[in-house]
């Protein structure tokens, strides 16, 4: 079956930490995407690629940073730079022209104490 | 800036009760608005695509329409199992989607 894993489900880190969170797809989809999501609010963007080797920031990109060596992956590392990293992580994807229908890993939910 | 508003935040509705949610948005020249179901703890699931003013989508007791400054999700006749967060999203020319904080349902047997 085609679709996108996230791991871990549940991650747990010590504040100044470096953290990466995988995102892997199988639907050969050229388009990935990192959001964010807290608590009662919606999706924010964090990075985005269109195609392998090359990416953009999105509205919360600082504290941030992603890799797009190979079509089916695009891993997000949470930098202790980020203030406030604790959150619900999504990575989705979609095929070129249909950016708006995407299709969403099952997140994983990061822990910085 | 493009802008995504939904309302209302939180909707409680008995089992069979009908009901609308609404998307209002502003954006530079639409290129489509999306509508997505989330569970709780889960990733959203895409649910429908509209392009154009007087647009309509229909899947099972759902019905999106589209107008000019907003659209609308009404739920026909809702059942427990449609309890969820339903997000609305846009995309202007080019650019990603914007998403709106979502409205909470819970329909009660």
């Known amino acids: 079956d085609g679709g996108i894993t996230q791991s871990p489900k549940y991650l747990f880190r010590k504040e100044g930490q470096n953290v990466t969170l995988s995102c892997e797809q199988n639907l050969n989809h050229d388009a990935m995407y990192w959001y964010r999501q807290d608590p009662g609010q919606g999706l924010r963007l964090i990075y985005y690629s269109q195609i392998v080797n090359d990416f953009q920031k999105g509205d919360i990109a600082e504290g941030y940073s992603v890799s797009r060596e190979k079509k089916e992956s695009f891993p997000l590392t949470v930098t202790s730079a980020q203030k406030n990293p604790t959150a619900f992580y999504l990575c989705?994807?979609?095929?070129?022209?249909?950016?708006?229908?995407?299709?969403f890993g099952p997140g994983t939910r990061l822990t910085v104490t | 800036e493009d802008q995504v508003t939904q309302s209302p935040e939180a909707l409680r509705l008995q089992e069979g009760e009908s009901s609308s949610l609404n998307c209002s948005y502003t954006?530079?020249?639409?290129?489509?608005l999306f509508w997505y179901r989330q569970d709780p703890g889960k990733g959203p699931e895409f649910l429908f695509t509209?392009?154009?003013a007087g647009e309509e989508k229909e899947k099972e007791r759902l019905k999106a329409t589209l107008t000019k400054k907003e659209s609308f999700l009404h739920i026909t006749a809702p059942k427990p199992e449609d309890s969820a967060t339903y997000l609305c999203a846009v995309q202007a020319t080019e650019t990603p989607l914007v998403f709106g904080k979502g409205t909470r349902l819970s329909v009660i047997a």
């Open positions: 509209l392009y154009s």
């Open positions: 954006v530079s020249g639409l290129r489509g």
């Open positions: 989705a994807s979609s095929s070129p022209g249909l950016a708006g229908e995407q299709y």
